[in-house]
């Protein structure tokens, strides 16, 4: 997965500074009495064999006791878990509504993937529009993936009108994010455009990514996942950790600098 070796060490780091020399003992004694936090931390531990035996199982029990809480993160996760049949039995339906809870709440993880499944039709009706709008609800918080995918339904007129500008502009900003493929659509979709579509875009980039930027400073880093992949979220992923000894699961917002990223203004991708 991308930036995985980044999203563990923000976990490794994360978890340290909030729970200290916690033991598995007590994690689990407090997941065991009710805890979402708790319950969703130790879910992770299982997930990844961290100080456990990585059982995907016992961690979607212990997603799902933090779900019924209200813990979006956790409801995410077990939609993962739904969506690829790793440690449930696979059903599309059942993730559709957990990632549709967890993107109620806001997490955009949860939104892109709500997204994948309306445009793939996969345990809900394929309705091109309401995945463009999840993409874009997902794309406005700064995922990544969601401004590629909101790319590529403006590129192909999947949902929206078909508009090379807004494409491109979706494109630049997921690029400046790290996102390989829409650097090599970026380069493919120049070819079709005029100089003066290219400059309305990249100004559209520079607008789209001055009123997102601010949202994703003031975010939790939360993991992009691919659909589908869950072994890889087992094994690599970060899964951010709460801290048990709040009242209600919250994701811990951890201030970092923010490095402002380049858009591809001056050098694209041909």
Not at 73 to 87: N, W
């Amino acid at each position: 997965m991308r930036n995985a070796a980044r999203l563990l060490l923000f976990f490794a780091v994360v978890s340290r500074a909030v729970f200290g020399a916690e033991s598995l003992a007590e994690l689990r004694k407090e997941a065991e009495a009710g805890n979402a936090a708790a319950q969703y931390n130790l879910g992770t531990r299982c997930l990844k064999g961290d100080g456990v035996l990585k059982d995907s199982s016992e961690a979607s029990k212990w997603f799902r006791k933090s779900a019924e809480q209200g813990n979006a993160i956790a409801q995410f996760f077990l939609g993962v878990m739904y969506d690829s049949g790793d440690g449930l039995p696979k059903d599309s339906a059942e993730a559709v509504k957990l990632y549709r809870s967890a993107a109620d709440q806001g997490i955009a993880a949860a939104q892109n993937s709500l997204g994948a499944m309306y445009q793939g039709g996969d345990g809900v009706s394929k309705d091109s529009a309401e995945a463009v709008k999840w993409y874009r609800k997902s794309a406005e918080q700064g995922n990544a993936k969601a401004q590629f995918n909101l790319g590529v339904m403006y590129k192909n007129g999947d949902g929206v009108l078909k508009d090379f500008v807004q494409a491109h502009a979706w494109y630049n900003n997921a690029s400046a994010n790290g996102n390989e493929n829409a650097k090599t659509n970026l380069g493919f979709l120049e070819r079709e455009m005029t100089p003066e579509q290219k400059a309305e875009a990249m100004k559209l980039a520079r607008e789209i990514f001055e009123r997102v930027e601010p949202k994703k400073s003031s975010n939790v880093d939360f993991p992009i996942v691919e659909r589908l992949e869950p072994a890889k979220v087992a094994a690599e992923l970060n899964l951010p950790g709460l801290d048990p000894r709040r009242s209600r699961a919250r994701p811990m917002v951890v201030k970092q600098q923010q490095v402002r990223p380049a858009i591809l203004a001056d050098n694209p991708v041909g």
